[in-house]
Each structure stands twice: as C-alpha cells, then as structure tokens.
C-alpha cells in the first residue's frame, strides 16, 4: 500500500503557485519522495524527488519539512496543461525494493483559466 | 533526450489469445519495469526485471505473465490465455534502483 497521503483533488488559477501537500508521517531514513504526475491516461511524468532537502528544478519545487513527515510539491506558474493527476511517492533507495514505486490515489489538480 | 518507447499504442484482442507488449528502455538503463493501470483505477506494479531475471513482482503477475529481454534493446511482456480483466494500460518504465524511473507512453490493451 502507499505510505502516502493527499488530498483527493486540488484547484488552482492559471498563472498562480499551485501548492500540493502530501503526508509521509512513517516514512524512513533511507526512503526519497518522488512526484510524477499522470496527464490522462499518459505515462507517469516524473517531476522531481529529494531526501530531507529542499529541491527545484525547471518543473517545480519541493519543499520537505524538516522531520521529513511531509512535503509540498510547488509548481510556481501553473498553467492549463499542468492539469493532471499528481501522486507522492515514498520509494526506498537500494535495499531490497528494486525500486519500484507504489502508486496511490493522487491529488487531482485542475488548473483553471 | 532519451525516453522508453513502447509498441503498440493499442492491441485489441480475443479472449484467450497470446499478447506480448514491447518496450524500448533507456539504453543505459539497467531495471526495468511493468506496470499496468485498468481504467479507472491507480497505478499497479507488475515486475522488475534486473540482470536477465526478475528481482520482484506482484500478486497480480502470476504464470499468465512472462518477461524477458531477448536482446540488448527489447523488454518484452507476454500475457498467456488473456482474460477480460487483463483489459488495461500497460506501462514499461526503466532506470536503476538509485536514481529516477521514467515511464513509456503505454500500450492500452483491449481484450474482447
């Protein structure tokens, strides 16, 4: 099962932050937070990931709280085709998982005009 | 830059016939992976595959199921004797267990 929680669905104005939350209240040392986000029935889009510090890259930010218990996940400039359904994933590095990601429910993000 | 390829983009087929969905991982991609997604509902984990054998799968990859990599390009899934509820997305995804896994665009499979 995720080890995941967000929220059902989100709204966000075109042009504004769209700030994604996302709870990992029993997530361990040795685990990153990964976000992809999904645009219909397309391929997970990886969009960025981190460990304890603070990320941003091209597409977005992330934001991790400093017991690592939860993070935000922040597109600074939503626009419409940021319109998708978003998913934090907590993925183990190395061990034993062989790396596969486990998929909840997401956040579906609507980006309106 | 380089991404996972998958072919086809739809397979429709009967019930009980033999599929297998092909992918093109990132050439210097060392796991690779099949999920699959049935409308509606979340993303499921298939299998990795790691060094020419399978390193996980799930409950749901049971003996209908079979991957290989027949040469040094193709990652290959093989449904036996599909059934209805086999009716889905299937995605190929590749990378290695420290760094990102990029996802193919799909193949949706349609069985009648």
């Known amino acids: 099962d995720a080890k995941t929680t967000q929220p059902p669905s989100m709204d966000c104005a075109e042009g504004r932050a769209a700030n994604l939350p996302c709870n990992h209240s029993?997530?361990?040392?040795?685990?990153?937070v990964y976000w992809y986000r999904q645009i219909h029935s397309q391929g997970p889009q990886y969009i960025i990931h981190?460990?304890?510090n603070n990320e941003t890259n091209e597409m977005a930010s992330l934001i991790i709280t400093e017991d690592r218990k939860s993070s935000t996940l922040i597109l600074p400039h939503a626009t419409l085709r940021d319109t998708a359904v978003y998913y934090c994933?907590?993925?183990?590095?190395?061990?034993?998982?062989?790396?596969?990601?486990?998929f909840g429910q997401g956040t579906i993000l609507t980006v309106h005009p | 830059e380089p991404e996972v390829t998958q072919t086809p983009s739809h397979q429709v087929t009967q019930m009980g016939q033999e599929v297998i969905l092909r992918c093109v991982p990132i050439?210097?991609?060392?796991?690779f992976y099949w999920y699959r997604q049935i409308l509606g509902q979340k993303v499921e984990f298939l299998v990795s595959?790691?060094?020419?054998?399978?390193?996980?799968k799930s409950e749901i990859f049971d003996d209908q199921f079979s991957v290989e990599r027949p040469d040094g390009s193709n990652f290959t899934l093989k449904i036996r004797s599909t059934k209805l509820e086999d009716s889905a997305m299937y995605f190929c995804?590749?990378?290695?267990?420290?760094?990102?896994?990029?996802f193919g665009p799909g193949t949706r499979l349609l069985v009648l």
């Open positions: 995804a590749s990378g290695t267990v420290q760094e990102t896994q990029y």
């Open positions: 029993t997530i361990s040392g040795n685990e990153y």
């Open positions: 981190g460990l304890k």
């Open positions: 994933i907590v993925r183990e590095a190395g061990g034993t998982s062989y790396g596969k990601l486990t």
């Open positions: 050439s210097n991609h060392l796991y």
């Open positions: 595959f790691y060094n020419n054998e399978i390193s996980e």
